[in-house]
């Protein structure tokens, strides 16, 4: 699983209220990813990390944010959940050098509900 | 958009048999991975072929790369009832873009 953890593992929430869902590695990549799996689209990437500080939008980025301060962690912010973002979210982090591919790890996935 | 595209969507087969999943992308890749995902979990890395790469092994597993028609097929010979589960073919356009996900072949592999 290369070290990497999601915390909560299940959440339920409310419209309109805000929720972090909180992505922890210990193996020190640089490259961290958030995607919603969701039935009939497969996996979407939301956002993600090519280092502290630096972030850039997936293909379903609106209504999130996320933030890196720290190599280990990568967070995700729904900034005022719907309904519609009720969905399975995973971490990924990716191994290899910059420019090289090799593989990436998933975590365990987070299961939120909005109602 | 999601860049790759799995079919059959649903595969059926019997224990012992060989199973064949196919992906269609659209766009110059750097590379094609494949992954499984077991009912309730998340994705397992299975194999990685390069562009310059025609056909990879692993184990049980053969994949094929035809770049010139923009498609990939992932063999599982001898298939087990473990290997129940979703597939998934990934590509990356450059060695520093994202993977982007195709909608995954459901297999179920029948005792």
């Known amino acids: 699983d290369a070290g990497i953890t999601q915390s909560p593992r299940h959440?339920?929430?409310?419209?309109?209220?805000?929720?972090?869902?909180?992505?922890?590695?210990?193996?020190?990549?640089?490259y961290m990813y958030w995607y919603r799996q969701d039935p009939g689209h497969g996996l979407r990437l939301i956002h993600y990390s090519y280092g502290v500080k630096d972030t850039d939008k997936g293909e379903?980025?609106?209504?999130?944010?996320?933030?890196?301060?720290?190599?280990?962690?990568?967070?995700?912010?729904?900034?005022?959940?719907?309904?519609?973002?009720?969905?399975?979210?995973f971490c990924a982090i990716r191994s290899g050098t910059s420019g090289s591919w090799e593989t990436q790890y998933f975590g365990p996935g987070t299961r939120l509900l909005v109602l | 958009?999601?860049?790759?595209?799995?079919?059959?969507?649903?595969?059926?087969?019997?224990?012992?048999?060989?199973?064949?999943?196919?992906?269609?992308?659209?766009?110059?890749?750097?590379?094609?991975?494949?992954?499984?995902?077991?009912?309730?979990?998340?994705?397992?890395?299975?194999?990685?072929?390069?562009?310059?790469?025609?056909?990879?092994?692993?184990?049980?597993?053969?994949?094929?790369?035809?770049?010139?028609?923009?498609?990939?097929?992932?063999?599982?010979?001898?298939?087990?009832?473990?290997d129940t589960a979703s597939y998934f073919c990934a590509t990356a356009h450059s060695g520093n873009t994202p993977l982007v996900f195709g909608k995954g072949t459901r297999l179920s592999v029948i005792a």
């Open chain 1, 11 to 30: 959440k339920v929430t409310e419209t309109g209220t805000p929720v972090t869902l909180r992505c922890h590695q210990t193996e020190n990549h640089r």
């Open chain 1, 60 to 89: 379903v980025s609106d209504g999130y944010s996320v933030s890196r301060s720290k190599t280990e962690d990568f967070l995700l912010t729904l900034e005022s959940a719907t309904s519609s973002q009720t969905s399975v979210y």
């Open chain 2, 1 to 82: 958009s999601q860049q790759g595209e799995e079919d059959p969507q649903a595969l059926s087969i019997q224990e012992g048999e060989n199973a064949t999943m196919n992906c269609s992308y659209k766009t110059s890749i750097n590379n094609l991975q494949w992954y499984r995902q077991n009912s309730g979990r998340g994705l397992v890395h299975l194999i990685l072929i390069r562009s310059n790469e025609r056909e990879k092994h692993s184990g049980r597993l053969r994949v094929t790369l035809d770049t010139s028609k923009k498609s990939s097929s992932l063999l599982i010979t001898a298939s087990r009832a473990a």
